[in-house]
């Protein structure tokens, strides 16, 4: 892959660069506003400026650009200190299932206000008796007329306090195999029988959820796919799940470390003289090159049109694990100070929020184990692991309530 601009794209990149110079938001101008109003805010003004979700299609709400231009206007973004996390479960996962399995009418209704941060989407996947186990999703849905009416419960569900919609996976068919009893649907999140119980966290966040189901009508016009091929549905939201997450570092990068190293001292020395320190940045280096170029592969095959592959969770593995790391470690350099949240702790005390934060990024999306099942059988081609519950009914797999 040739790592160059192309004249084309780098006058892409000087238009997108121009643009944000002169359209970024300002501190004093998000002053004042929650996180939500300050992403709307952000994200409306590029949807209307033609700079919002740049690689879906012009009919969607995007610009109909390539992989390509949608990397390098990502890399120019990231250069500003700019608001919008709390679209990237609806843009980056429910969308381009959206976009795969939707009606073309669903598609237009939907992907512009998505596109536009008029809506927000969550994702109801993960249950309480589920583990990392997608397919065993005990949330059933049941057919009445042309609704499903679901009772159950899900968890760990990011944003959806907030959101719009929501993408499900449900149980219509205890009686078949596990992957193949489920059914896929998207869901108006003021449904009348949805409750949503935000989660408090170590890092006094609560930015996600237990959501229950009490009754819940859906038409069945919004199911996903057919009846009964809801796996075969969420793994086009999980590998673009795996590609949205990557190996993300919450704000504490190699740079970041590497710069506060070189500030700090050990020993009336500068840190990053000290061997030890040195050791551990080469090896965070190592691994933040080694998922650029990974991230680069993946880019090349998004070139060609082809789907995010399994490969993706390799950033995920590495970079969620890389993160919790160098968290830890700055923390250490900080000394007292690294123990410091809050108004009076200044650049340091977003150490120990990421540290915290740290083991739901190592569970979101898949844990460690799950992504290392699916590189050695998908990627390595090594045999499965062995599954008791294969070619059985759901409701005879064996629970804590029937063993």
Known sequence: MDFNDTPAEAAFREEARAWLEANAPSAEELQGLDEIARSKLWQKRKYDAGWACIRWPKEYGGRGATSIENVIWGQEEGKFSVPGGVFGIGQGMAAPTLMEWATEDQKREHLPKLASGEHIWCQLFSEPAGGSDLAAARTKAVKDGDDWVINGQKIWTSGAHYSDYGIIVLRTDPEAQKHKGLSYFFLDMKSPGIE????????????????????????????????????????????????????????????????????????????????????????????????????????????????????????????????????????????????????????????????????????????????????????????????????????????????
Not at 269 to 275: H, L, R, T, V
Not at 326 to 341: I, K, N, R, T, W
């Open 196 to 403: 949503v119980k935000p989660i408090k966290q170590i890092s006094g966040g609560a930015n996600f959820n237990e959501v229950y189901f009490t009754d819940v009508r859906v038409p069945d016009s919004q199911r996903l796919g057919a009846v009964g091929q809801g796996w075969q549905v969420a793994l086009t939201t999980l590998m673009n799940e795996r590609a949205a997450i990557g190996g993300g570092g919450g704000g504490v990068g190699f740079n970041r470390v590497f710069r506060l190293a070189q500030r700090l001292t050990i020993d009336d020395k500068p840190a990053i003289e000290d061997s030890n320190v040195r050791a551990k940045l080469a090896n965070w280096y190592c691994q933040e090159t080694g998922l650029k170029y990974t991230g680069y592969r993946s880019l090349t095959a998004l070139s060609r049109g082809e789907t995010p592959g399994p490969e993706n969770s390799i950033g995920k593995l590495v970079g969620a694990a890389k993160m919790q790391d160098m968290a830890s470690f700055a923390m250490d350099l900080c000394e007292l100070s690294g123990a410091v949240q809050g108004e009076f702790a200044e650049e340091y005390g977003m150490y120990p929020g990421a540290f915290m934060g740290a083991p739901g990024g190592r569970i979101a999306g898949g844990s460690d184990e799950i992504m290392l099942n699916i590189l050695a059988e998908r990627v390595l081609g090594m045999p499965q692991d062995i599954r008791p519950d294969k070619g059985i009914p759901f409701s005879q797999i064996p629970t804590g309530a029937n063993n």
